[in-house]
Structure formats: C-alpha cells, structure tokens
C-alpha cells in the first residue's frame, strides 16, 4: 500500500523537475547561485519524499539507517571542506553517484526480463563504475595522493582496447542472457576502463575530466531510470548529463582544447603537465613597500587571482587592498579567467565571499581590451592563465588557450610563493620581461604587507 495517488506523485515528480531546472538556471551567475543551489536541494527533498510514500518499499528501517548515515557523513564533509578542495568533494560526490547507478543496476538485473531493459542494466553498469572508478583516480591526483602528472606505460592503449572490447562482448552477452556473473565481470571492467580512462590525464585536464565524468554519472543515472521505471530520475540524470557536457566543452574551449586531445593528449605528448623543476632565470623581485607605490600612484589596477589565492585564503585581503586603493581614487577590477582556481567559477565564489562587487569581477571577454589602459597588473597567485606562450609557442601544451592579456598592462607585478611553474608545469616568459616584478611569500602575507604599505602612504 502507498500513501501518494498517482496522480499526486506524478505532479510531484513534475514539481522536483521544474525545481532542478531553475536550480541549473540559478548557477548560471554568481549573483543567483546560492538560491539555485537552494531550489535544487528543495527538489531533491522532494523527490526523495514522494519515492518514499508513493512507493511500495521493503526493508524500510534498513533504507532509513543509509539516508541517516550517508547524511551523517557528507553534511560535515561538505561543511568543513575548504575551497580549495571543492574539485576533490565535487569527484568524490560524483564517484559515489556513479557507483551509486551501478550498483543498482546489478540488483535489477534479475528482474529485468525485457531485453530493452537489460540494455540499460548494462549500460549503467558500465558507465556507472567508469565513472566511480575515474573520480576516485581524480580525487587522488587533485588530493596529492598520487602524482598529478598523467601515468602512461608501454601498452596503455593496446590494454583500453582490449578493456572495452571485453566490455562490449560481456556487456552483448548480459543482454542476451541476463548472466549476473558476466554482469560482476562487466562492473570489474568497467572500473578497469575508468582508472585506465584517467591516468593518462595530468595538470591542469583532471577538473575538466571531473566535469566530464559528472556527466557520465548523470547518462548512468537517467539509464537506471529506465531499469527502475522511475521518469523523475531519468529527466534528473538527462539534466545532469547534458549539464556536464555543456559545462566540459566549455572547459576544454577555455582551455583551448578538444575533449579528445585532453583524454588522449598523453598519448601524443599533448596533455597539460610539464615539468616540476624551479627555474633559475634572473628576475626583477621587488618589496612590499615598492608594490604599494606602484598600487598607491596609479589610476587603474586590475587583480587577477588564481589558484594561489584561494590557497592562501587571501581573499578578504585582497578586497580590503581594492577598497583601499578605491578609496585613493583608483578604479580597481578584478580579471577572472573562466578556468582559475581548479574549476569554473572558483574565483567568482571566492571573492563574493569576501563581499567584492558582483560588478568588480569582469570576466576576460570583458576585460581583455582593459588591460592595455590599465596601469598595474597584479598577478596574485596565478601563472598558466596569464601564459604569453598560450599565443606565441606552438607545441607548449597550453598553446591555444585564451589567456587574460596581462602582458599588455604598464607595470605587471605577480605575487608568488616561488619560481615553481604552474599548474601546466611550463615557465612563464611574462616574469622576465622587463615591465614585471614579482613579490615573493604567501599570498594573505605578501597582501596584508602591502595593504598596509598602501595605507601609510
């Protein structure tokens, strides 16, 4: 027996729907991406509550114990993850939702009669544990577990054709037989293929292939949507899926890149990860003192944060130095490139939580043609999106990726912890030319040092 008419249920589910799509319409700015993040938690309220009394459910104490346990887990994940490590929660999240699919769809097997349906079944198995096994890898490489270099071997791709040649045929003879134990061997390869699929991927690829197997997780979910009968989580996974195809080719056009030569750019030498080696070149360094004479005197200054930013959680300092220098008169923006930080919009939250102007942060179609009017450039932790061999070197890994046009501004100064490379592992010219000086030390640091050099002019 239910509790929930049909009728009712299907409105419900037509309710949690709309809910997800204005939850998508609200990440869309930084400006409604709280609420939109409000509406779809609303909705998945709501779709869970109606599974729950429209559905004739077995085992319920044991269902109600996981919702308490997954709950007790994540909620104080979720709370006390830094930003920094947002791309690792967003792969570990992601993993688990894949896994998630495919395990379901092994329990369904044995009730799926319907050839059609076991072409689902095996398709979430398939899709589902490359998704988990490739997010765990990711979380592994963006958490320093294992290198962030990608990892190939003699044989790689001999040994991912064979993988998916042994998939396809166990996945054939699942749907003609419906055989739980080729179904166990087809989840094994699948999580084969999904560790295989992202070792090669290093630097700055791994968050656009966590994009990417977001959207393979959404494509397992929307297929057990069909194995369970349930329309409300195939329109969720469809959403989920077209939502992260949509998000990594935009990720892979910011970075100047196809999908496929980020996947597969290892085999070819392509993929964005050089070397780790600290370079020695001679460079123009400079003193806190010398930078606020710069920042103090000037008219125009455009901040352009990254990675080591966030790192450095200098971002409540970094506001106060623009209100500082705004308060002198200087008109202050800060330039975000579509992939700084380690994912889009990485910036954009982290400054709005230092309460910077929605209207101060100019994204770089937007503010590329500034720079050249502006006075100083401050480059505060961030190196592969302000690379000039993005335009001038064919071969660099990053060449082809649009880059903010710092190298056009009147001074250029660049706050570092070293002379490490960035992310992409490639040095960066723009550091020794000579309108550049660079301030080395952590980022809050070398900021509040300045700051308050500013404050005593």
């Known amino acids: ?212 197997l977001n959207a393979f997780t959404g494509l397992a979910v929307a297929a057990s949507g069909l194995v369970l009968g349930n329309v409300l989580l195939v329109v969720a996974g469809t959403l989920v899926g077209a939502s992260g195809t949509i998000l990594t080719r935009a990720m892979a056009a910011a970075m100047g890149r196809s999908v496929a030569g980020i996947l597969f750019g290892a085999f070819r030498g392509g993929s964005t990860a050089g070397s780790t080696a600290v370079s020695d070149r001679p460079v123009r360094s400079s003193s806190p003192e010398d930078v606020a004479v710069l920042l103090g005197y000037a008219q125009r200054v455009i901040i352009v944060p990254g990675y080591g930013l966030a790192v450095a959680q200098g971002q409540h300092t970094a506001a106060e130095l623009a209100q500082a220098l705004e308060s002198r008169g200087t008109r202050v923006d800060f330039a975000i490139h579509p992939v700084a930080g380690r994912m889009p919009g990485h910036m954009n939250v982290l400054l709005a939580e230092a309460n910077v102007p929605y209207e101060s942060l100019k994204e770089m179609g937007e503010i590329n043609s500034e720079f050249r009017t502006a006075d100083v450039a401050l480059v505060v932790g961030a190196n592969d999106v302000v690379n000039p061999a993005a335009k001038t070197t064919a071969g660099s890994p990053i060449y082809g990726m649009p880059i903010l046009e710092v190298a056009d501004a009147r001074q250029v100064v660049f706050l570092k912890r070293s002379m490490r490379p960035g992310f992409a592992g490639i040095e960066n010219d723009l550091m020794f030319e000579p309108q550049t000086t660079l301030l080395f030390g952590d980022a809050k640091e070398s900021l509040t040092k300045v700051l308050g050099a500013v404050k005593a002019l």
């Open 1 to 212: 027996m239910t509790l929930l008419d049909p009728n009712v249920t299907a409105l419900l589910y037509l309710a949690a729907a709309v809910f997800f799509i204005l939850a998508l319409k609200g990440l869309n700015s930084p400006r409604t991406a709280r609420r939109g993040n409000l509406i779809g938690a609303f909705g998945a309220v709501v779709a869970v509550v109606t599974v729950f009394f429209s559905t004739r459910l077995d085992n319920v104490p044991l269902i109600l114990g996981a919702i308490a346990v997954g709950s007790g887990v994540a909620a104080p994940v979720a709370r006390r993850v830094k930003m920094t490590q947002m791309p690792q929660l967003v792969a570990l999240f992601n993993g688990v939702g894949g896994g998630a699919a495919a395990l379901v769809a092994l329990l369904e097997l044995p009730h799926a009669e319907d050839a059609w349906v076991r072409v689902a079944v095996v398709f979430t198995l398939l899709v589902g544990a490359v998704s988990f096994a490739g997010s765990a890898v990711t979380f592994a490489k963006l958490q320093e577990l294992m290198t962030t270099r990608p990892v190939v071997f003699p044989g790689l791709p001999v040994l991912m054709a064979a993988v998916l040649l042994a998939a396809v045929g166990a996945a054939a003879a699942v749907v003609l037989g419906g055989s739980l134990v080729l179904a166990l061997l087809l989840l094994l390869l699948g999580l084969v293929a999904g560790v295989l699929l992202v070792l090669p991927v290093g630097g700055a690829d791994v968050p656009i292939v966590i994009s990417l």
